[in-house]
């Protein structure tokens, strides 16, 4: 019983082949390349056929025939695989417009079902908003939704009030261009649900959810979010590119990549009873799941990103909160340049010391961002954190990826760190409802890569000074000890599958899960035991100068490597440049000329009546 | 090494232009043209409608009824009619007793629930093909693809607007430096050529000097709101800072010196697969090979490339040695890199494959 697992993301294609090995699932192939959405190629099925390629070349299977079609179920010859699963996190997100009785109530929920899926949410509408049916009717029809979500009223209310808003959309929805009229998703009270059918009849397809909000005490977002997941398929199979063709490879559509961090932290939650937390900053979206035996969080961000969305990043971080975590003086031109360019070229790797410190600038604010958002504070702890997307994995040095992962959150406690480079996360949530004995054996496996354990003090710690203190006891091997002072990071050796007894004091005014001495049992990794003695909140510098010292020195004790100092010269501060046209109002002159050539191109003579167009 | 499929970014003299035009995302359209059509360049391949204001109307409440339905006896109009202001929407037929007016001009966009909604009139475009060619594939209600032969520059950047003109090569005449007289500079109605990165100094030059079009290696993002307002369509070939345009694009604009070509400067969308580009017709002499981009296009020693980034960007230069392994670069990173020789001082250097675009 072989699955074949096929991740588009908006930069890289993965493509993962899990298989049973001595009657246990296994992840046993991947496989990556670039997502073929833009020139030349302009069909993300050319990125499969590649990826697919390379999976074979690893495995010795072949997936795809000579013309491309993809194998399956599984034959003799063991080509193809018997389950194919096709996820996306990558393409324009949904647009979204809500529609709900009031904003702190079913509104929210709305967004909180949203906050599942790849969505642009572009308009709010609900009774308290104080636009008339007209602003309403406008509001809707010029944002161009592909969905119009509609929740509000409790089962058993009223239902005059949520009668009014469907009035606005479904006349806003009639006057859209019949080829590109959204769906309407209805996740309101019950009574009104065979109503709104038949008000859509005609004008726009509709799918009934569940009352998101049943009552006043009560949510119930899992029925909408089900529907959110039908309504991400009806549009990538809509989209060109090549989308159409995925959707038919699997019985369940394309599926959004992120369903996988809510299933697969849950699960990890309810096996270790602790806190599982997952990030995953991509190109055009940042991901942040966290899941503890009782309670769950999770949150997309398709606004923002390191690659397609950096400039959106940017916009919401704020220069201010890069300019923290650099170690040198820069200009806001330099960060928005540099973001700017992100956004027009993707894929792009830093190519020296200072673009390599605003990117991962733009990634610390960006994962700081979403933890602040999600309530998560400035410093979480968890049992594991799982780390997915290019820019954390793609470092070259396991070591430095670990650093970027416990920065980016400013994790505490001791935490095992898991990569997952090859979209596995993604896997395994897509077919968790159809094998979710797969997904339990692969990560019993080890189907992610172990990058090891950190051990994080919270709290201030002295600089320079002993802040802890760590026994390590290995069967069959001396005691070994080691003292590590604040501010600082040491690397253990402790390979993967190796488990270890920690003995764990500190020192000074610091704790660890809340304790000044505990004992764990610990796993290694590629990395092994990373003894962070830095201090929660983490604090990288409260100057350019403190953080040319600190960044490159973390850098280089966690990767072994020398340490790049920052030149001197890069830390004189800089002018801004200021540009006359800043604040400019836009009239007078400039205006007169936008307004002279800003004008529709002349028309020419065409056989086509307007009014064609205008009755669509 | 594995294969590795390179960013493509052409700057040709002589290519197969695949082209996409399409309406603006928010418009609503019809093609005018059709699979396999040969169309020139100042032909209209589709004409769309930007929606206009809805205007409602509260007919069955000014006419006091309690049942929406029965204001259908009082419509004086229909969907899509044209009204004009103050014309008649509704009322007897027999002309007595109250009247509704309209309240401004448009259409008759939905008559429902007891209202009349009128929009206003709407933002019509017209779609030049822009290129002589064939039309290779209809998107329904949104555009076509055009394939032509021609050079082509593709850049990655642009303000939004578009042009066909001559092109003007700067030289050694500063663009904001040229003088202008009553008939206009050399550079009036023309698309410029500027291989310097762009100042507030040279947009608003090339406003005064009312250019067509302006093609330029690059320019700070702090200008991104200034260049959006121009009034000429703009084109970034190297992106947002200070490169300088490299040799081979600066060559060929040179050698298009005096030529009609279409600048399409698209803005580009963050989930868009449409670029920026400036395109001519032109004919293959005998003999003369015809190139064409290709999908599967692999990275191969021996390749001109153009790096892109760091202290080599917008660099040329050729492909030496693929490593099968990733290389350690300055910054810390070990990533799959290419050994290119750059032109100049810079000599070998590892580039990350990801840097890397093949123009030609």
């Known amino acids: 019983m072989s699955i074949l697992a096929v991740d588009f993301g908006s930069v890289h294609t993965r493509a993962v082949l899990i298989d049973q090995v001595n009657g246990v699932f296994q992840l046993v192939g991947f496989a990556r390349t670039r997502t073929t959405d833009g020139f030349p190629a302009q069909n993300v099925t050319v990125g499969m056929a590649r990826a697919l390629n390379l999976l074979s070349e690893a495995t010795g299977r072949s997936f795809a025939t000579p013309d491309g079609r993809v194998i399956s179920p599984e034959q003799a010859d063991r080509s193809g695989a018997d389950t194919v699963v096709v996820t996306a996190s990558g393409g324009r997100p949904l647009r979204a417009v809500v529609l709900g009785a009031m904003p702190d109530l079913s509104l929210a929920a709305a967004l909180r079902a949203l906050s599942n899926t790849y969505v642009e949410l572009v308009q709010t509408v609900h009774l308290a908003d104080g636009r008339t049916l007209e602003q309403r009717l406008n509001t809707i029809a010029h944002a161009n939704p592909d969905i119009v979500f509609i929740v509000g009223g409790t089962d058993g209310g009223a239902t005059r009030p949520l009668e009014g808003l469907i009035q606005a959309a479904r006349l806003a929805v009639s006057l859209m261009d019949k080829r590109r009229r959204p769906l309407v998703i209805y996740a309101g009270n019950a009574a009104l649900s065979q109503s709104v059918i038949t008000q859509f009849e005609g004008v726009a397809e509709v799918l009934i959810a569940a009352n998101i909000r049943p009552d006043l005490k009560r949510e119930d977002i899992e029925s909408a979010r089900s529907m959110l997941a039908q309504a991400f398929n009806h549009y990538a199979s809509q989209r060109a590119y090549g989308f159409s063709e995925l959707a038919t490879l699997s019985p369940s559509g394309v599926m959004p990549s992120a369903r996988g961090y809510v299933t697969i932290t849950q699960y990890l939650a309810q096996v270790t009873k602790r806190r599982v937390i997952a990030l995953d900053v991509g190109s055009g979206a940042v991901t942040l799941a966290s899941a503890s035996p009782k309670h769950s969080q999770f949150a997309i961000r398709a606004d923002l990103g390191l690659g397609h969305n950096a400039q959106s990043l940017l916009s919401a971080v704020g220069v201010d909160a890069v300019r923290g975590w650099l170690p040198f003086e820069a200009t806001r031109s330099e960060i928005r340049n540099y973001a700017a360019n992100k956004t027009l070229r993707p894929a792009h790797i830093p190519a020296d010391l200072r673009e390599l410190y605003i990117e991962h600038a733009l990634l610390r604010s960006a994962a700081n961002h979403m933890a602040r958002e999600a309530g998560l504070g400035g410093a979480p702890e968890a049992e594991t954190l799982i780390l997915g997307g290019a820019a954390i994995n793609d470092t070259g040095s396991a070591g430095y990826s670990a650093l970027l992962g416990i920065d980016a959150l400013g994790m505490a406690g001791v935490v095992r760190l898991l990569a997952d480079p090859y979209g596995l996360t993604a896997a395994l949530g897509a077919v968790a409802a159809s094998r979710a004995e797969a997904v339990v054996q692969v990560l019993d496996e080890g189907g992610y890569g172990v990058l090891g354990t950190a051990v994080c003090v919270s709290g201030r710690v002295r600089p320079d000074k002993p802040a802890l203190k760590v026994k390590l006891e290995q069967k069959g091997a001396p005691k070994r000890e080691w003292v590590v002072n604040g501010g600082h990071i040491t690397v253990v050796p402790l390979g993967i599958g190796e488990k270890a007894k920690l003995s764990i004091r500190v020192l000074g005014g610091g704790e660890v899960n809340g304790k000044r001495s505990l004992k764990v049992e610990v796993v290694g990794g590629t990395v092994g035991l990373i003894l962070d003695a830095r201090g929660r909140p983490l604090l990288a510098g409260l100057n350019t100068a403190q953080r040319a010292e600190l960044l490159p020195r973390w850098v280089a004790e966690v990767t072994g490597d020398e340490k790049r100092e920052i030149p001197a010269a890069w830390l004189t501060p800089l002018d801004e440049p200021v540009l006359m046209s800043e604040g400019t109002p836009r009239t007078g002159k400039a205006k007169r000329r936008a307004g002279k050539r800003g004008k529709p191109v002349a028309q020419a003579p065409v056989d086509v009546s307007l009014d064609d167009l205008r009755k669509g | 090494m594995s294969v590795y499929y390179p960013e493509q970014r052409p700057a040709l003299k002589l290519s197969v232009i695949q082209r996409e035009v399409m309406l603006p995302e928010d418009a609503s359209g019809i093609v005018a043209v059709q699979t396999d059509q040969r169309v020139d360049i100042r032909d209209v391949i589709a004409r769309g409608l930007v929606p206009g204001e809805f205007v409602v109307v509260e007919a069955a409440h000014y006419f006091g009824l309690k049942d929406p339905d029965d204001l259908t006896a009082l419509m004086l109009v229909n969907i899509d009619d044209e009204v004009d202001e103050l014309k008649p929407l509704a009322g007897l037929k027999s002309g007595r007793g109250k009247r509704l007016m309209s309240p401004t001009a448009g259409r008759v966009a939905a008559i429902a629930d007891g209202l009349i909604v009128i929009e206003k009139l709407n933002q019509v475009i017209d779609l030049e093909a822009g290129v002589r060619g064939t039309v290779k594939e209809v998107r329904l209600g949104r555009g076509v693809v055009i394939e032509a032969n021609g050079s082509r520059v593709q850049g990655v950047w642009g303000n939004g607007r578009h042009a066909i003109a001559a092109v003007i090569n700067e030289g050694a005449n500063p663009l904001e430096k040229t003088s202008s007289d009553v008939l206009g500079s050399r550079f009036s109605s023309a698309i410029a050529v500027v291989r310097r990165p762009l100042t507030e100094e040279i947009l608003d030059a090339a406003a005064a000097q009312n250019v067509a079009g302006l093609i330029a290696p690059s320019m700070s993002v702090d200008l991104l709101d200034w260049a ?53 017709n ?4 005998a003999g003369e090979s015809i190139a064409r981009s290709s999908i599967n296009l692999t990275l191969r020693v021996g390749m001109s490339v153009r790096a892109v980034g760091g202290a080599y960007g917008g660099m040329l230069g050729n492909v030496v040695n693929l490593p099968n392994d990733p290389i350690l670069l300055d910054n810390g990173l070990r990533v799959p890199c290419a050994l290119v020789e750059l032109g100049g001082d810079a000599g070998k250097l590892y580039v990350p494959l990801a840097n890397l675009e093949v123009i030609g």
Do not use: K
Request: a neutral charge.
């Open chain 2, 228 to 280: 959006l307002f121009q009034p000429y369509a703009l084109m970034l070939v190297e992106g947002f800072g200070q490169m300088r345009l490299n040799r081979a694009v600066a060559q060929l604009l040179q050698d298009l010196e005096g030529m009609q070509i279409t600048l399409d400067a698209v803005q580009p969308q963050v989930w868009s697969a449409r670029r920026p580009e400036a395109v001519m």
């Open chain 2, 282 to 285: 032109v004919q293959a002499r």
